[in-house]
């Protein structure tokens, strides 16, 4: 067997972990240091080398986009294709599982997946069935309590209230959730790994099964699995099973989702005699990247610590660059991905971090007006566009009348009709008789409605009926494109006039291409419809249907976790807003933000800009801010300042100290002036600074005041106030 292929261009270590035998390895390393590269020999090594079936291999990744990669990194390596791998995310694999074995988990044969929203909206509903007041139950956080539950693995039966009347409410509306998701067979991401691993759990025979099939169990961004993820894989290794798995202490950024970096020193208590690898080297980013990045995560106690080098090229030095306000900032931005499209560079070689997702629509209209093609990963998600989950919502109830999620979603969408009481008497009967809206429609449509509506909501449950009628049989493609036309949501739209009305039957049509080419599993045992449906609620979240468009990759840092790019703006770069405001207060919150600083900073490969603004408006309240302290935390020797400015040594007096700025961020000694800023004068009021030259005493501004016109001032008499 020649075995260079795999081993090619592996450094030891790299190859140590790749090669190693079949013994428990946790291989633990610093950002770009190889660790998704080494998962990806250590599999094709498996199959190719040491004849492992590629049946008995788990691999578990980041994101559905990780898991396609891998598969054609491993078909490529082993230059023929890999069926009968299970490859994915820890929701995809759940799914997987649990469709296989919906019977023995408890769940009808079309169990439906539903998003975050959907989920919200089922617990709205829930409070107003149990008439509560939701201004003192906040739906949001009853979500949170419910998710953050079902990700420590635990049922209501499973918890306390401690006494605590709060707490039992919390439980109560957990367990009423509950019964509503089983009666209409709804699954929420969640409760897909908590059943996967209850199914494991509860049935011998099923376990011992799957511990006989799944030897090897690989593992990618392992510091951020949460208790219940780590429950499943250890469930399923058992005494015989081999997990390998690699992570990053220093990129756990998902402990407010429940991820436990601890789990890296559990492992190697649940499975003694782990092999532990270091990968020390880092092949991504320069050497000015790394070192930014090693002082930044160097601030942070909790760490397991670690040397990460590069014997690569210095670079270019990091830029930061003050905006004025977040226009200014996204021109800056757009101006320089404009430089770097015409040196011949592909759009997706650059990508642009933002710490929220809001922060995408100005840059979003920035780069719209330039005509730069991007593409936003985690925001307006293709498959959570309204439009579309109204189709999807048709199709839905096609396959399964009792999701009343869809159900409610669109009996009157497009409008016929049926109005909010007729909604409010379904529910209070399906409450009443805990049934499913669909049922409860049919039974209050003949007896207690009055003509109208009655026929409004007969009218509905016929176009149901005859959408899975006509499409039965039907090409996957051919099934969504008929229940789109007899939905009449097209028509619906058109009446929208604008770009809005437009893009949204653009988008419907994208739908139907999207189906078509959707390859369904010939394995899975579902219909090619549920296995679209899963699809299109696993995959919601993860880049959009135009994939094959050479786009700017904009993203919130949390979702850039294991990728890399040329080129890499860091935005908003604000404190307040990176890090968070709710974080700043409280050490390990700030800990996890500047590991997802150090995750923001090692995506760079070549270039990197970190951008902040001193004027932000942000859901619609306008912000002053000093720049993050992150920045403060680069050395200087890494980083030049873009914008020119005039620097001054007779400080201006800040009139309060949330307003207090400094030129640089960092040296606090020296204050600078800059254009555009907003400054008082005792004689002529308010005004904004225009121009400015000089130096030290000799210092002098150019203000344009609001009454007394433009003047030059100069700076050491002028007294002037920051604003
Ligand atoms: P992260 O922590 O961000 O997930 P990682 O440790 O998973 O990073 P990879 O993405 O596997 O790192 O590798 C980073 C880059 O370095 C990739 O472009 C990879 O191809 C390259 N690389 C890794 N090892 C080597 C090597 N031995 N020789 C050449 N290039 C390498
Ligand atoms: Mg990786």
Redesign the pocket.
């Known amino acids: 067997m020649d075995v260079t292929p795999i081993l090619d261009?592996?450094?030891d270590a790299?190859r140590e972990a790749v090669t190693a035998p079949p013994e428990p390895a946790l291989v633990i390393?610093?950002?770009?240091?190889?660790?998704?590269?080494?998962?990806?020999h250590r599999a094709a090594w498996l199959i190719d080398v040491e004849g492992v079936s590629p049946q008995s291999l788990l691999a578990v990744t980041f994101t559905n986009k990780a898991a396609a990669e891998m598969r054609s990194r491993i078909e490529a390596l082993l230059k023929m294709p890999v069926q009968h791998l299970w490859i994915g995310t820890f929701h995809g694999l759940a799914h997987r599982m649990l469709r296989r074995h919906w019977r023995e988990a408890g769940l009808p044969q079309n169990f439906q997946i539903i998003d975050s929203d959907d989920q919200l909206r089922l617990i709205k509903r829930l409070l107003k069935n149990l008439e509560i007041d939701d201004s003192r139950w906040v739906p949001k956080e009853i979500q949170w309590f419910i998710n953050g539950q079902k990700d420590e693995g635990l049922r209501p039966s499973h918890i306390d209230d401690d006494g605590d009347p709060n707490r039992r409410q919390l439980i109560a509306f957990y367990r009423a959730y509950e019964e509503i998701c089983q009666r209409g067979g709804l699954v929420d991401f969640a409760e897909l790994l908590l059943r996967a691993h209850e199914v494991l759990r509860d049935n011998a025979e099923l376990l011992e099964h799957y511990r006989g099939r799944f030897k090897h169990l690989l593992v990618?961004?392992f510091q951020d699995t949460n208790a219940i993820q780590y429950a499943w894989l250890r469930l399923l290794a058992g005494d015989k099973g081999v997990p390998f798995a690699?992570g990053?202490d220093d990129?756990s950024i998902y402990r407010w989702r429940g991820a436990r970096v601890e789990h890296i020193h559990r492992f190697q208590k649940d499975f003694p005699g782990t092999r532990v690898v270091k990968?020390e080297?880092?092949?991504?980013s320069t050497a000015t990247i790394l070192n930014a990045a090693n002082a930044v995560i160097a601030n942070n106690q909790a760490r397991m610590g670690k040397n990460l080098w590069t014997d690569g090229a210095v670079g270019e030095l990091i830029k930061v660059y003050s905006a004025y306000n977040e226009r200014d900032e996204a021109d800056f931005i757009i101006g320089r991905l404009r430089d770097w499209i015409a040196q011949g560079n592909a759009r997706a070689d650059s990508a642009i971090l933002y710490r929220s997702n809001a922060q995408s629509r100005v840059l979003e209209e920035g780069l719209i007006n330039a005509r730069i093609p991007y593409r936003v990963y985690g925001g307006l998600r293709f498959f959570e566009r309204a439009e579309i989950k109204d189709a999807l919502a048709y199709l839905r109830l096609t396959s399964n009348r009792d999701d009343d999620s869809s159900f409610e979603r669109v009996v009157n969408r497009p409008t016929r009709g049926i109005g909010a009481r007729t909604v409010d008497m379904m529910r209070s009967y399906a409450r009443a008789n805990a049934c499913s809206m669909w049922r409860a429609a049919g039974a209050i449509a003949s007896d207690e409605l009055n003509g109208r509506a009655a026929n409004a909501l007969k009218a509905f449950m016929t176009l149901i009926e005859r959408m899975a009628r006509e499409t039965n049989g039907l090409e996957l493609h051919d099934k969504v494109d008929h229940v789109i036309h007899l939905s009449t949501l097209v028509a619906f739209f058109e009446k929208d006039k604008g770009e809005k009305g437009e893009t949204r039957i653009e988008n419907l049509a994208e739908l139907v291409s999207a189906a078509k080419s959707f390859e369904p599993d010939p394995a899975e045992e579902m219909s090619a419809l549920d296995e679209f449906l899963s699809h299109a609620a696993l995959e919601a979240g993860e880049g959009q249907a135009d994939a094959w468009e050479d786009c700017v990759q904009l993203m919130t840092m949390h979702s850039a976790?294991?990728?890399?790019f040329p080129l890499v703006f860091m935005c908003g770069m604000e404190d307040g807003l990176f890090p968070h405001q709710r974080s700043v207060s409280d050490a390990n919150g700030l800990e996890e933000e500047r590991r997802l600083c150090y995750?923001g900073i090692?995506?760079a490969?070549q270039c990197l800009y970190v951008t902040y603004a001193e004027q932000r408006r942000l859901h619609g309240m306008d912000n002053f801010s000093q720049p993050s302290r992150f920045i403060a935390e680069i050395p200087n020797k890494h980083i030049e300042e873009i914008r020119p400015r005039v620097q001054v040594a007779r400080p201006l007096r800040p009139t309060t100290p949330t307003q207090k700025r400094t030129a640089t961020g960092r040296a606090g000694s020296e204050i600078g002036v800059r254009l555009g800023q907003r400054v008082r004068h005792n004689k002529f009021g308010e005004g904004v600074i225009l121009n400015a030259e000089g130096q030290g005493a000799h210092a002098r501004v150019e203000v344009n005041f609001e009454v007394a016109g433009t003047k030059w001032l100069v700076l050491s008499y002028a007294n002037l106030d920051l604003m």
């Open positions: 261009r592996l450094n790299q390393a610093g950002a770009g240091s190889g660790k998704t590269r080494v998962l990806v990618d961004e690699v990053d990129q990968l080297q880092n092949y991504r976790k294991g990728l890399e995750v090692t995506r490969m």
